[in-house]
């Protein structure tokens, strides 16, 4: 299986280095495994939510590193 693919190496990078996964590729890891109707709405709230968390994520991480950007440096 492609490591981009994997939810095992995308949960182990979370633990290790706390890179949350694409949600693209999350998303593509839901639809590459079989659930019943209940599981898929779960995990389609879920994914939902994930999706809104991580782009208020990139939002914020985006002003603070524009604003570091542009910080004197310490001597």
Do not use: C, W
Not at 42 to 71: C, I, M, P, S, W
Request: proline fraction near 7%.
């Amino acid at each position: 299986m492609n490591p981009r693919f994997d939810p095992g190496a995308a949960l182990e990078d979370l633990r290790e280095e706390a890179v949350l996964p694409n949600p693209v590729r999350v998303r593509d890891m839901i639809l590459r495994t079989e659930h019943s109707p209940e599981e898929a709405l779960d995990l389609n709230r879920k994914f939902t939510a994930y999706q809104q968390v991580f782009a208020e994520a990139q939002r914020l991480a985006a002003g603070l590193l524009a604003e570091l950007e542009h910080a004197t440096k310490k001597a």
